[in-house]
């Protein structure tokens, strides 16, 4: 009988490839493919795969967001998750490993190291007493996250999940880019509406009062989630309230002088 395995990665690229590498084995059949939270799960619940193999930062609904899906009574089948991702510090890790993935693998990874532990997920679950403990796999997984840098997009993706913007929405990006020119030249954040907006809207093709507006809409679907708490939590103080919403400068400045303090 096949192993079945469901792939759930907003990268099409990476899907198909990875796609492409198990079709090389019999023993391994990938019944499907999602590119974003919402349609993984619609999926896992139609197809019923032996594995997912999950990314964390997905547009409509992230991995967080699937796995939490997964753990409610009304599947038929609960498959087992390998989280995969790059935000792979030792908080994501061990929420992955928490919400009940069974591993996660740090992006960029080899295919042959997927394979060998579907392999030997397959033979623990064959007999009675694992041949390593569960606890044993997991902290094999969270090696890499101590011992890999961690990078400036890495980083600035971690805040994003933490205050609640999603990465489907054109303000992830452009924000993403305005925090990366603000580490990169400090001074520009004095110079928001001549230099920053206008940089970021001829990178991205676009106008700057789109990219404006963009900006915009992301803090406030942060602040309309009402994580304010992980924000402060963030910086350590209570830098906001629920009724106070950063302007664009202040939040991007915020950020970008976290960064900077943590040496990126």
């Known amino acids: ?18 796609k ?8 391994f059949e990938v019944v499907g493919t999602a590119s974003d939270g919402l349609e993984a799960t619609s999926l896992i619940e139609k197809l019923c795969p032996d594995f997912v ?21 009304h599947l038929e089948k609960k498959p087992a998750v390998i989280m995969m991702s ?17 591993y996660f693998l740090a992006k960029p990874f080899s295919f042959n190291t997927m394979k060998r532990f579907l392999e030997d997920y397959g033979k623990e679950d064959q007999t009675s007493a694992p041949q ?10 969270m090696a890499p996250a101590r011992t890999r840098v961690i990078s400036l997009d890495e980083k600035i993706a971690s805040i994003f999940i933490s205050v609640g913007i999603p990465a489907h ?32 809207a001829e990178h ?23 994580k304010i708490e992980n924000i402060n ?24 002088d976290k960064m900077l303090l943590e040496g990126a």
Do not use: C
């Open 1 to 18: 009988m096949r192993t079945t395995i469901l792939i759930a990665d907003d990268n099409t690229a990476f899907q198909t490839s990875l």
């Open 20 to 27: 492409e590498y198990f079709s090389q084995f019999s023993e």
């Open 53 to 73: 193999l999950l990314d964390i930062v997905m547009p409509e609904l992230d991995g967080f967001g699937v796995l939490s899906a997964l753990s409610l009574d």
């Open 86 to 102: 790059q935000l792979s510090a030792d908080g994501f890790v061990s929420k992955a490993l928490r919400m009940g993935a069974s």
């Open 132 to 141: 390593q403990p569960q606890f044993q796999r997991n902290t094999m997984a």
């Open 169 to 200: 929405i054109k303000g992830y990006q452009f924000l993403r880019e305005a925090i990366k020119l603000a580490v990169a030249s400090p001074d520009i954040i004095n110079s928001i509406t001549k230099r920053l907006y206008p940089s970021i």
């Open 204 to 226: 991205f093709d676009t106008s700057p009062s789109k990219v404006e507006r963009a900006i915009r809409h992301a803090i406030e679907v942060a602040w309309n989630r009402g």
């Open 233 to 256: 939590n963030i910086f350590g103080i209570k830098v906001y309230s629920a009724n106070e919403k950063p302007t664009n400068g202040e939040f991007i400045a915020l950020v970008a």
